[in-house]
């Protein structure tokens, strides 16, 4: 089971504080303190699944109930004098009746002379691409990757005076993205056959605690606070399929995010359930 290499648009984060056996949860204003500048160096999401398997790549006990986990993607990454993204690493390890499967791509960037480049290594060779930045030359104006026969379509990126994606062109679609005090508050997507809108992602932030700052930098600065809801609607008025995501979090005593569960329900799903647990270093 191999998963996209990029985490979405959003860092979803965030919900109910709560303890685990290494820290305690801190209740404090974000008014209070200054929003992290220290970004972070290392990020593991876990998978579960409703299937069992012979074999798993961890466990974890979520509110009481152990939960096997059959996937794992390892993201470690590091930054140059200016917050720049400069090289990440993702290992993705799957694990089936047969075995454990890990695959890791290696991915560097440099910024020159108006471009970025970036050079992604793995078992099968390495590939390079070229990006056009923006007037801070921190981030991309396009990111179309051509793989193969086929193009990932990824252009005229548009960013907020805070540097978060505001608009953007994908081969499919298009988005537009509400901005609010340096938080995304919903994400409008429209057919490019079509024109009509196909799906809007509305999200509610905890206030009260911030966010990490974004780690795949060149995409744009993520939300300013964690995230306590995501909601995805798809569909016309008449037919509408809601997908909902709520999380929970753990805080250290720097007040840093270090421990993330989401919950996720679907249409006809009776109650929510762990779909993925995320851990964060910095």
Do not use: W
Request: hydrophobic share 30%; aromatic share 12%.
């Amino acid at each position: 089971m191999i998963r996209s290499t990029l985490p979405l648009l959003i860092s979803c984060i965030g919900f109910y504080s709560c303890t685990t056996p290494d820290s305690e949860p801190v209740f404090v204003s974000a008014r209070q303190f200054q929003p992290p500048i220290e970004r972070v160096s290392k990020m593991v999401v876990y998978y579960t699944s409703p299937l069992t398997s012979l074999n798993y790549v961890g466990k974890d006990t979520v509110n009481g109930q152990v939960y096997n986990f059959v996937g794992a993607d390892t993201y470690t990454f590091q930054y140059d004098a200016q917050n720049r993204t400069v090289k990440h690493t993702l290992t993705q390890t799957s694990a089936s009746d047969i075995g454990l499967y890990t695959h890791k791509n290696q991915y560097r960037y440099a910024y020159a002379n108006g471009r970025m480049t970036e050079a992604q290594t793995s078992d099968a060779g390495t590939q390079t691409y070229s990006f056009p930045l923006d007037s801070t030359q921190s981030r991309v104006l396009a990111y179309t990757k051509r793989i193969y026969a086929n193009a990932l379509l990824d252009t005229l990126r548009q960013y907020s005076a805070e540097g978060i994606l505001k608009s953007v062109l994908r081969g499919s679609n298009r988005q537009t993205i509400t901005i609010d005090t340096k938080n995304i508050t919903q994400i409008d997507e429209y057919s490019n056959r079509t024109g009509k809108l196909d799906n809007t992602t509305a999200f509610v932030y905890d206030m009260d605690h911030y966010a990490p700052p974004a780690y795949f930098t060149f995409l744009g600065e993520t939300s300013q606070n964690t995230v306590v809801k995501r909601t995805i609607n798809y569909g016309s008025q008449a037919q509408v399929d809601v997908y909902i995501s709520t999380y929970q979090n753990t805080y250290d005593t720097q007040k840093r995010l270090i421990k993330q569960v989401e919950f996720s329900q679907y249409p006809g799903q009776a109650k929510p359930t762990v779909a993925t647990v995320t851990t964060y270093s910095y």
